[in-house]
C-alpha cells in the first residue's frame, strides 16, 4: 500500500479529526455500493481503509512514523533489506556487487542460493545444510468497519456486510460482541502469491434511546404511575426481543430495581445476562385531585432518617 498520508490526502502532521474526515470523504465516495462497475474503486476503498486504520491508531501511526512498520502494518525489514536490493561498496560498484580483496567483483546471488537452498539438493558451497526457502506471502488483510445497533448485538442478528470486490456475505455476531471487537474472514483479503490475506473486521455497537448496557446485562427506567405504584399493576415492558409483561408489587417506590432473566447480552461463557428495571414513579403536574389527596393524608415516617438529616 502507497504512503497513508497520500492515500488519504493529508499532512503528515494532521490532526484526527482532519484524517477522520478524508476518511469519511473517500470512503463514501469509493464505497462498492456506489461502484459496482469500477472494480478499482472496490481496491482504492480497501486502501483507504487500511490508511485510516493505520493513522487513526496512535501506536501504529507513530511506529509508521518512526520507521518501525510499514504502510500495510508489517515490521520493517532490518537494514533496509528488501528496499531494493542488498547495497554494496559505498565507494563504487552497483548494487548487488561488492569488490573483494583482490579487487574482483563477489556475485553474492551464489553464496545466498548456496546458505538459503535456492538451487536446491547441494549444488551450492552451503548446500549441504539443506535450508529451505521461505514460503511465498499471503496477500495484504482487508480492514471492515460494521456498524450494528444495540439491538441486534444483544440478540445476535445476521449481519449483511459488502466486501472490497463487491460480494456480501452474512455474518453472525459472537457472543459478548461490543464496539472495538474483531471478527476474521479467512480468504477474504487481497491475493498474494502464498494465497489471499484475511478480511478483518472492526464492529461498533451504537447507543439505544433508553437501553443502557451493563456488562451482559441491559438496565431500563421505566415510568409508571402513582396508583400502579400504590396499588400494583401488570405494566408491558420493552426488552431487546420484544414487549414483555411486567408484575409490579403493590406499594413499590421510585428507584425499585426488578430482573428479567435472560433478556441481557449474549455471554461468551454461554447464555444471556439479565435485564434489570428501576421503577421511576411518574407524576402529574398540578393535579388538584392529586393534591386534595395529598392534603387528607399525613405520612409521620423519618423518611431520610438514614441521610442523618
Same mark, same amino acid.
Given at each position: 500500500?502507497?504512503?497513508?498520508?497520500?492515500?488519504?490526502?493529508?499532512?503528515?502532521?494532521?490532526?484526527?479529526?482532519e484524517?477522520?474526515?478524508?476518511?469519511?470523504?473517500?470512503?463514501?465516495?469509493?464505497h462498492?455500493?456506489?461502484?459496482?462497475?469500477?472494480?478499482? *474503486?472496490? %481496491?482504492k476503498?480497501? &486502501?483507504?481503509?487500511?490508511?485510516?486504520?493505520?493513522?487513526?491508531?496512535?501506536?501504529?501511526?507513530?511506529?509508521?512514523?518512526?520507521?518501525?512498520?510499514? +504502510?500495510? /502494518?508489517?515490521?520493517?525489514m532490518?537494514?533496509?533489506?528488501?528496499?531494493? #536490493?542488498?547495497?554494496?561498496?559505498?565507494? #563504487?560498484?552497483?548494487?548487488?556487487?561488492?569488490?573483494g580483496?583482490? /579487487?574482483? @567483483?563477489?556475485?553474492? !546471488?551464489?553464496?545466498? %542460493?548456496?546458505?538459503?537452498?535456492?538451487?536446491? !539438493?547441494?549444488?551450492?558451497?552451503?548446500?549441504?545444510?539443506?535450508?529451505?526457502?521461505?514460503?511465498?506471502p499471503k496477500? *495484504?488483510?482487508? +480492514?471492515?468497519?460494521?456498524?450494528?445497533?444495540?439491538?441486534d448485538?444483544?440478540?445476535?442478528?445476521?449481519?449483511?456486510?459488502?466486501?472490497?470486490?463487491?460480494?456480501?456475505?452474512?455474518?453472525k455476531?459472537?457472543a459478548?460482541? %461490543?464496539? !472495538?471487537?474483531?471478527?476474521?474472514?479467512?480468504?477474504?483479503?487481497?491475493? #498474494?502469491?502464498? !494465497?489471499?490475506g484475511? /478480511?478483518?473486521?472492526?464492529?461498533? =455497537?451504537?447507543?439505544?434511546?433508553?437501553?443502557?448496557? &451493563?456488562?451482559?446485562?441491559?438496565?431500563?427506567?421505566?415510568?409508571?404511575?402513582?396508583?400502579? +405504584? =400504590?396499588?400494583?399493576?401488570?405494566?408491558? $415492558?420493552?426488552? $431487546?426481543?420484544?414487549?414483555?409483561?411486567?408484575?409490579?408489587? +403493590?406499594?413499590?417506590? @421510585? #428507584?425499585? =430495581?426488578?430482573?428479567?432473566?435472560?433478556?441481557?447480552?449474549?455471554?461468551? @461463557?454461554?447464555?444471556?445476562?439479565?435485564?434489570?428495571?428501576?421503577?421511576?414513579?411518574?407524576?402529574?403536574?398540578?393535579?388538584? *385531585?392529586?393534591?386534595?389527596?395529598?392534603? %387528607?393524608?399525613?405520612?409521620?415516617?423519618? $423518611?431520610?432518617?438514614?441521610?442523618? =438529616?
Amino acid at each position: 500500500m502507497a504512503d497513508p498520508y497520500s492515500t488519504l490526502g493529508v499532512a503528515k502532521n494532521a490532526d484526527e479529526a482532519e484524517i477522520k474526515s478524508a476518511y469519511r470523504k473517500l470512503a463514501k465516495q469509493l464505497h462498492p455500493d456506489r461502484n459496482k462497475d469500477n472494480p478499482k *474503486a472496490a %481496491e482504492k476503498f480497501s &486502501d483507504v481503509t487500511k490508511a485510516y486504520d493505520l493513522l487513526s491508531d496512535k501506536e501504529k501511526r507513530g511506529q509508521f512514523d518512526r520507521g518501525e512498520i510499514d +504502510a500495510d /502494518g508489517n515490521p520493517a525489514m532490518p537494514f533496509g533489506y528488501g528496499g531494493g #536490493g542488498f547495497r554494496g561498496d559505498p565507494r #563504487g560498484g552497483p548494487q548487488g556487487d561488492f569488490r573483494g580483496f583482490g /579487487g574482483e @567483483s563477489a556475485d553474492f !546471488g551464489d553464496i545466498f %542460493e548456496g546458505l538459503f537452498g535456492g538451487r536446491g !539438493g547441494g549444488g551450492g558451497p552451503f548446500g549441504g545444510f539443506g535450508a529451505r526457502s521461505a514460503p511465498p506471502p499471503k496477500g *495484504a488483510n482487508v +480492514a471492515y468497519r460494521l456498524s450494528v445497533s444495540f439491538i441486534d448485538a444483544a440478540t445476535q442478528a445476521m449481519q449483511r456486510i459488502t466486501l472490497a470486490d463487491g460480494k456480501t456475505i452474512d455474518l453472525k455476531l459472537p457472543a459478548g460482541v %461490543e464496539t !472495538g471487537t474483531q471478527m476474521r474472514l479467512a480468504g477474504k483479503g487481497q491475493p #498474494g502469491p502464498g !494465497g489471499n490475506g484475511d /478480511g478483518i473486521v472492526t464492529i461498533t =455497537v451504537k447507543d439505544h434511546p433508553f437501553f443502557v448496557r &451493563d456488562g451482559s446485562n441491559i438496565r431500563l427506567d421505566l415510568p409508571v404511575t402513582l396508583a400502579e +405504584a =400504590v396499588k400494583g399493576a401488570k405494566v408491558k $415492558v420493552p426488552t $431487546v426481543d420484544g414487549p414483555v409483561m411486567l408484575s409490579i408489587p +403493590a406499594g413499590s417506590t @421510585s #428507584g425499585k =430495581v426488578m430482573r428479567l432473566k435472560g433478556k441481557g447480552f449474549s455471554q461468551k @461463557s454461554g447464555g444471556r445476562g439479565d435485564q434489570l428495571v428501576r421503577l421511576m414513579v411518574d407524576l402529574p403536574k398540578d393535579d388538584p *385531585a392529586l393534591r386534595r389527596i395529598v392534603d %387528607e393524608w399525613t405520612d409521620t415516617r423519618a $423518611v431520610r432518617a438514614e441521610l442523618g =438529616v
